[in-house]
């Protein structure tokens, strides 16, 4: 689902991944960019925030991975 929000509200699909400065600076630099260029650059940022969703999934499941390895 995250994906999807990503695709029309990136700010807060990376503030839903756990990155609230990054989230900040991403709104700080997207509606400028939505305003002045007419949405050009907004795939730019999609692409961003899909690429942290995904990282944080990764994280997630390295640290479950681990988690698991160390109770045996």
């Known amino acids: 689902m995250n994906y999807v929000l990503a695709l029309f509200l990136p700010p807060l699909s990376v503030l839903l991944t756990g990155r609230i400065f990054l989230a900040i600076i991403v709104l700080l630099i997207w509606i400028p960019a939505i305003i002045f260029s007419g949405g050009l650059t907004h795939p730019m940022f999609i692409l961003l925030a899909w690429i942290l969703i995904y990282q ?11 988690r698991s390895g160390r109770s045996d």
């Open 56 to 66: 944080s999934g990764e994280e997630r499941r390295t640290r479950r991975i681990e």
